[in-house]
């Protein structure tokens, strides 16, 4: 199980994480390569792709994700943030052993208290329709 905080809350409450700089490290960088890889790759049972390959593009999202997006925590105290710009717009695709399995519309990112590991992915905003914020109750976007 995990809870969910919305953006206001989230702010409210001063659980936002700090806003990340720009890829830094080499593992930070193999997980860029696989989320704008333009073929998905057979060895990964789930890959979420950025239409965008853009190395910049894929770094604007992930500062502005942890910018505006709500948070999810979860029983181990991993603290994510999720952004979805609009839920009618794709940015991106999901593979799993590299066949497609659905669009996706958010920008998810992890590993948000590591500087050197933090790292966005996309996912679909469907997996987070009807959870409400733990603190007002509220939406979450
Ligand atoms: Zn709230």
């Known amino acids: 199980m995990a809870d969910y905080y919305c953006p206001r809350c989230t702010d409210k409450l001063a659980l936002r994480p700090p806003l990340p700089q ?8 193999e997980k860029r390569a696989k989320h704008t890889a ?3 790759s057979l060895s990964h049972p789930v890959q979420s792709v950025f239409d965008s390959r853009s190395t910049r593009y894929y770094a604007d999202c992930m500062q502005e994700a942890v910018a505006r997006g709500f948070l ?3 029983s181990s105290h991993r ?3 999720i952004f979805c710009p609009s839920a ?3 940015i991106g695709s999901k593979y799993k052993w590299g066949q497609f399995a659905e669009r996706t519309d958010t920008v998810v990112v992890v590993k948000t208290f590591e500087p050197d590991k933090v790292h966005p992915f996309t996912e ?8 409400l914020c733990n603190s007002c109750g509220g939406p979450l976007f």
């Open 72 to 74: 999810q925590v979860d």
């Open 22 to 29: 720009v890829i830094l490290t080499p593992y930070q960088d």
């Open 124 to 131: 679909n905003s469907a997996r987070y329709v009807g959870k």
């Open 79 to 81: 603290t994510q943030v």
């Open 38 to 40: 333009a073929v998905s």
């Open 88 to 90: 009618q717009s794709s």
